[in-house]
């Protein structure tokens, strides 16, 4: 059975950083690329970074760009998201997630094109 579990979120003050880690037990998460997405209550799910199954190339949204961090660690089957500068409107539930292709060309940025889903990990940012 896949499960993807993430850790590391919690309640930190503006400005502060924290780190999720996501530990997959997936036979090919080395040839999946993996993202990292966000849901605040009342919101639909966001994208907020993905990096290729190589880790070769990563993408965030705009929001983050400068502030997150995507890496991954294959050996250990583990994604990570750095995340630094943080602010209030970072308030959320994050989700890591494994693409539904292997070996995508190009990172994918959208909810439909990954397959596999941890449960979530709620990070919150005080004012």
């Known amino acids: 059975q896949v499960q993807l579990v993430e850790s590391g979120g919690g309640l930190v003050q503006a400005g502060g950083s924290l780190r999720l880690s996501c530990a997959a037990s997936?036979?090919?998460?080395?040839?999946?690329?993996m993202g990292w997405f966000r849901q605040a209550p009342g919101k639909e799910r966001e994208f907020v970074a993905a990096?290729?199954?190589?880790?070769?190339?990563?993408s965030y949204t705009d929001s983050v760009k400068g502030r997150f961090t995507i890496s991954r660690d294959n050996a250990k089957n583990t994604v990570y998201v750095q995340m630094n500068s943080l602010k209030p409107e970072d308030t959320a539930v994050y989700y890591c997630a494994a693409d539904r292709i292997l070996m995508r060309s190009k990172v994918a940025a959208t909810t439909n094109e990954y397959y596999y889903w941890g449960q979530g990990t709620q990070v919150t940012v005080s004012s």
């Open positions: 990096i290729s199954w190589s880790g070769g190339s990563t």
């Open positions: 997936l036979r090919t998460f080395s040839n999946r690329a």
